[in-house]
């Protein structure tokens, strides 16, 4: 499966901007898919992730309640809004895909290419 990751730009502080996770080749059907981040000179950390089957969502501390993780089954796209965007939220921001939930990159074997999101203050 390849994924293509877009929707990142430049905003300021408070505002929003909505990801998209586009993927070519196998269904997701089995699949958990997660979004990361990586700013420069930080490791790459686990965002939001959802269960394609069940829906089921996950949420790292620093975004909850800030971003939500949503998909379009018919479209197998997966979709990241952010909202009330911080400056600390700067990073690349990239989806992948895995067999079931977990916060390491380790268990993601496919990954996008990323999409720079950055937030002025």
């Known amino acids: 499966v390849q994924l293509q990751a877009s929707g990142g730009g430049l905003v300021q502080a408070g505002g929003s901007l909505r990801l998209s996770c586009a993927a070519s080749g196998r269904t997701f059907s089995s699949s958990f898919m997660g979004w990361f981040r990586q700013a420069p000179g930080k490791e790459r950390e686990f965002v939001a992730g959802?269960?394609?089957?069940?829906?089921?969502?996950y949420y790292a501390d620093p975004v909850k309640g800030r971003f939500t993780i949503s998909r379009d089954s018919a479209k197998n796209l997966v979709y990241l809004q952010l909202n009330s965007l911080k400056p600390e939220d700067t990073a690349v921001y990239y989806c992948?895909?895995?067999?079931?939930?977990?916060?390491?990159?380790?268990?993601?074997?496919?990954w996008g290419q990323g999409t720079q999101v950055t937030v002025s203050s």
């Open positions: 992948a895909k895995a067999i079931t939930y977990g916060t390491s990159p380790v268990g993601y074997r496919s």
């Open positions: 959802i269960r394609w089957g069940g829906g089921s969502t």
